[in-house]
Nanobody, 123 residues
Framework: QVQLVESGGGLVQAGGSLTLSCAATGVTFSSYSMGWFRQAPGADHEFVGTIRPRSVTEYSDSVKGRFTITRDDAKNTAYLQMNDLKPEDTAVYYC?????????????????RGQGTQVTVAS
């Protein structure tokens, strides 16, 4: 069964850190690009970043320098390390996956999507 499962969300104070995980099953993980997106209430999905095969990364300007995406191909898992969190980072965070080197910043162009995990940053 092909599936993405996010975990690690929660409530954190501004300036704090949180790490999200995205575990993939049913795919040849190492050949997939893994994207992270977020959706605040009433807003569309916002691109956070992508890690492509061989760990090539790309980030949105809003998180660059604060967030880091990594992957462990042996564990079929991608991670989103979030530091110096701000209240405006509050959202449901989704991971998404597509085979190969994906350059799109639209979650709609990824083949797979997880169920999302809530991140709330208190001021």
């Amino acid at each position: 069964q092909v599936q993405l499962v996010e975990s690690g969300g929660g409530l954190v104070q501004a300036g704090g850190s949180l790490t999200l995980s995205c575990a993939a099953t049913g795919v040849t993980f190492s050949s997939y690009s893994m994207g992270w997106f977020r959706q605040a209430p009433g807003a569309d999905h916002e691109f956070v970043g992508t890690i492509r095969p061989r760990s090539v990364t790309e980030y949105s300007d809003s998180v660059k320098g604060r967030f880091t995406i990594t992957r462990d191909d042996a564990k079929n898992t991608a991670y989103l390390q979030m530091n110096d969190l701000k209240p405006e980072d509050t959202a449901v965070y989704y991971c998404a996956a597509s085979q190969g080197h994906v350059y799109s910043r639209s979650i709609r162009l990824f083949d797979l999507r997880g169920q999302g995990t809530q991140v709330t940053v208190a001021s």
